[in-house]
């Protein structure tokens, strides 16, 4: 059984943990038709029984990892926000509420 079909545990997790990305969905202002950010979507693997959010939290919560999971997804976005994002632009991101403090 190949990696990608193995249950996600140990080194699994780790590997599955860094091939996360971030999708963008813009954000318009729909009163001025001017783009005021974009909110942060996180992405698996492609192809993979973690390619979709919802796999990806269901996996998460499953294996005991949704705190991991969750810093790793806002850290993911923010570090991307910073990389190239242009003046005036908001980063929107939907949070876990069990870990405001992350």
């Not at 699994?12 to 996360?20: F, M, Q, S, Y």
């Not at 990305?21 to 996180?42: N, S, Y």
């Not at 993979?48 to 294996?63: D, I, N, Y």
């Amino acid at each position: 059984m190949g990696e990608e079909q193995s249950p996600p545990g140990g080194s699994v997790a780790a590997h599955l943990l860094g091939r996360l990305w971030i999708a963008w969905q813009p954000i318009w202002d729909i009163r001025t038709g001017t783009l005021v950010g974009h909110e942060a979507l996180i992405r698996g693997p492609a192809l993979t029984r973690w390619a979709t959010p919802a796999q990806l939290f269901a996996w998460a919560e499953s294996v005991g990892r949704s705190e991991d999971f969750e810093r790793r997804c806002r850290q993911l976005a923010w570090e991307a926000a910073q990389s190239a994002w242009p003046a005036g632009q908001r980063l929107f991101l939907n949070v876990d509420g069990r870990w405001p403090d992350l």
